[in-house]
């Protein structure tokens, strides 16, 4: 299990979009977005994926996760 910031979601769209993206990893088993304060808690299987990968999916969907 992760937990990343995630800047930039404004409403529950944005929550629901990046729960969407973050769903979508391989090896993703659960996850938890919070729009205040911006966070996503993904628990994933190590053995499929990992943080950067998690990290650039949100990215890739236009939000940004700081190092």
Known sequence: T???GVQGMTCGGCVASVT???RAVP????????????AAR???DPARTNAAALRTAVQDAGYDVPA
């Open 2 to 4: 992760v937990t990343l």
């Open 20 to 22: 969407r993206v973050l």
């Open 27 to 38: 090896g993703v088993a659960d996850v938890a977005v919070t729009l205040q304060p911006g």
């Open 42 to 44: 993904v628990t994933f």
